[in-house]
């Protein structure tokens, strides 16, 4: 299904009043700090973030899976979902394919279709972490950095293959996250590991087109227990410079170790050009895929500004990658995205907010208090009409969930599908 644009303009007719006075008053403000509103609106409305397509139906635990009704059984479902997300909120032109769940039977049908909702395709993702029905080979011990090299074979040949669909759909970069790892000390040599891995992504490497990125994902710890071969940012780092100048660092923020200061590794990554792809989501324990912003929203602001820092003054990085790496349990999919967007564009915002130049100064004042007030300035700003200004300016919703919920698209989706259909690939 599609938003008719009658009726999404009709939704809007019903805020628009109210989001005027918030957003004249934001405005005055603004303006009288010195920012530049239309800048800032522009960099929002740029601002774009993938949509897996795997995050689309319900996901689940190992405890049980609690299917969403209407959720999309086919890729070209898949596209549509993301349509509808990105009609509305404007931010969700980008979607990324996780292969082989979802290989495309008509390549050109599916490009055109994802043409006609104003979606590109971003990376795409490789799957050596189950078992493929008649593989040859088993990944239960690993995929790249497996002992036996028919495994690390299919493995490869597997990742080239992803590369050549995502080739033919326009997507320029490869992101692969291994499982691989060990359950129990003594299970694997982790030298070894390491360097069939280094020599497995170097095989790869070898087949990316000239324009294409590589990015190297890390993880430390799950599905494995005691190890993972790219467990830090410091092992996918060293994989990167070791494969060349087209491979990266790809920082998931559920990846890490609780307290685990990831706004200082995206500095340390920007600083030497490395960090080529990211993935949103937030986290309570470990790498909970919940939605983004809605643990540790400070968190968020703080890698933002780190991100804005290195978009404004490290031209060696280039501009990364974004996505959403979230799973619904209990949400309808589509409206956990949307506030996941949200919280990403806020965020964003609030880190274009902070005043560089006087942080700057307070920093080489050492006016500790100082630095603190300019950051939590920007951060306490309500920044919501600006997002509101921005869906506006390219013809979104003011308010994407309320007329997610307004136009009944839910209950469209399920007319259309019928109650039981199954998110494909799960
Ligand atoms: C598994 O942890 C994971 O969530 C990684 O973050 C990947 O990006 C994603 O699955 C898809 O392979
Ligand atoms: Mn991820
Ligand atoms: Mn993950």
Redesign the pocket.
């Known amino acids: 299904m599609r938003i008719d644009e009658n009726r999404l303009e009709d939704a809007n007719k019903k805020s628009i009043a109210r989001h005027n006075e918030h957003f004249d008053f934001l405005a005055g403000i603004m303006t009288n700090d010195g920012h530049d509103i239309n800048a800032i609106l522009q960099k929002l409305q740029d601002f774009q973030v993938a949509i897996?397509s795997?995050a689309l139906g319900a996901g689940g635990t190992r405890f049980g899976r609690f299917g969403f009704q209407g959720e999309p059984a086919n890729l070209e479902q898949k596209i549509d979902d993301i349509g509808i997300l990105h009609k509305l909120t404007q931010t969700a032109g980008a979607v990324s394919l996780?292969i082989p769940w979802d290989v495309p039977s008509d390549y050109d049908a599916i490009k055109d279709l994802a043409k006609s909702h104003d979606i590109v395709f971003d990376a795409v993702?490789?799957?050596t972490?189950q078992d493929q029905k008649n593989a040859k080979e088993s990944y239960k011990y690993g995929s790249l950095s497996n002992t036996n090299s028919a495994v690390r074979e299919q493995a490869i040949a597997h990742n080239v293959d992803v590369i050549k669909i995502g080739d033919r759909l326009g997507s320029k970069s490869l992101?692969v996250?291994l499982?691989d790892g060990t359950n129990f000390p003594g299970q694997g040599n982790f030298q070894k590991a390491l360097s069939h891995t280094e020599d497995s992504l170097k095989e790869i490497y070898k087949t990316l087109p000239n324009d294409w990125k590589l990015f190297i994902?890390y993880?430390p710890y799950?599905p494995n227990f005691y190890s993972t071969v790219i467990q830090d940012w410091g092992t996918s780092f060293m994989l990167a410079n070791a494969c060349g100048d087209k491979a990266y660092t790809?920082v998931?923020l559920?990846?890490h170790l609780p307290n685990t200061n990831i706004e200082q590794i995206v500095s340390t990554l920007m600083l030497k050009g490395k960090l080529g792809g990211f993935?949103f989501?937030d986290s309570k324990y470990g790498?909970d895929?919940l939605t983004v912003g809605s643990v540790k929203p400070y968190a968020l602001f703080l890698i933002f500004n780190a991100l804005v820092y290195g978009m404004e003054n490290n031209p060696q990085n280039p501009y990364p990658a974004w996505?959403i790496?979230a799973?619904h349990n209990v949400k309808d999919p589509l409206e956990d995205l949307i506030q996941s967007l949200e919280a990403i564009q806020e965020a964003y915002a609030k880190a274009l907010l902070v005043d560089q130049k006087a942080l700057t100064l307070a920093q080489q004042n050492h006016d500790v208090v100082k630095c603190q007030e300019i950051l939590q300035d920007a951060y306490r700003t309500d920044v919501r009409p600006l997002l509101e200004k921005a869906r506006l300016n390219r013809n979104g919703a003011i308010n994407p969930i309320e007329t997610y919920r307004t136009l009944k698209i839910r209950e469209n989706l399920i007319k259309e599908r019928g109650a039981d259909s199954v998110a494909s690939g799960l």
Do not use: I, Q, R, V
């Open positions: 897996p795997w996780h993702n490789s799957n972490f992101t996250w499982a994902e993880k799950e790809l998931d559920g990846h993935h989501n790498d895929d996505m790496d799973s």
